[in-house]
């Protein structure tokens, strides 16, 4: 049940190193990462505004996820990815062909309704996939 729900959408987790290595850095075309945590705006605001944002017109080729607290090093590994951003989780990276293209940190999560995240996320979507 860690997962959250997040697989039901169709992520995949990656819970390893070498899992975060195969998948970031040489894919093509667009990925969400979703860095999950068991915290309240994660399950509040960041998983429904994750699931929401993908019922759009367009939305990214690959969807992964790190579960922060409990797959540490996978964690670590891809935030090395989503430099210069501080870690936080939770967390949604965009990335395009292996490059960070749109970083959404906690601060931007907290507080803020579902919809509006899931809003800015079809938007980025409508640039970017």
């Not at 894919?27 to 999950?36: A, E, F, H, P, Y």
């Not at 759009?56 to 996978?74: H, I, S, W, Y």
Request: aromatic share 6%; with cysteine.
């Amino acid at each position: 049940m860690h997962t959250h729900n997040l697989t039901s959408a169709g992520f995949i987790e990656l819970k390893d190193v070498k899992s975060v290595d195969d998948a970031i850095p040489t894919s093509k075309g667009t990925m969400l990462v979703v860095v999950n945590s068991v915290c309240g705006c994660a399950a509040g605001s960041a998983r429904p505004a994750v699931k929401m944002s993908l019922s759009g017109n367009k939305k990214p080729d690959r969807l992964v996820t790190v579960f922060a607290g409990q797959d540490l090093e996978a964690t670590k590994e891809a935030r090395k990815f989503m430099l210069p951003y501080p870690p936080s989780s939770p967390s949604i990276a965009l990335f395009k062909d292996g490059q960070l293209v749109h970083f959404i940190e906690r601060h931007h999560i907290e507080g803020q309704p579902a919809s509006v995240i899931a809003d800015h996320l079809k938007e980025t979507y409508e640039q970017y996939c």
